[in-house]
């Protein structure tokens, strides 16, 4: 079975200037998705319109659980979109997702 690939759009909201008091709960909740192997890249959308983190490794309900538990999102400093993509053919570099 294919495992499906997501890209978290986190974009800002008009609470935007609340970033930086958020910004360290931010930071270990982009760590934690890391660390258990969720999250494969975390970048900027430019230009500095938000976030984008590439998640595997989870069920869509579980990655919304997990993307409402960003400081961020709770507080309303963003909005997230989550895109779930089902793959078809890859680079061989991400063959773990075929």
């Known amino acids: 079975m294919r495992e ?3 890209v978290v759009l986190l974009r800002f909201s008009d609470n ?9 709960g931010h ?3 982009i760590k934690r998705g890391l660390d258990n192997g969720v999250f494969l890249l975390v970048g900027s959308i430019q230009p500095g319109l938000g976030g984008a983190v590439l998640a595997h490794n ?3 309900e579980e ?5 409402d538990e960003d400081p961020f999102v709770a507080q309303d400093v963003v909005t997230a979109e989550i895109i779930e993509i089902a793959p078809g053919m890859a680079d061989e570099r991400l063959s773990f997702l075929l």
């Open 27 to 29: 930071q270990e909740w």
């Open 16 to 24: 935007k200037a609340a970033a930086a008091q958020h910004m360290a």
């Open 58 to 60: 989870t069920s869509p």
């Open 4 to 6: 499906s690939m997501f």
């Open 63 to 67: 990655l919304r659980k997990r993307v």
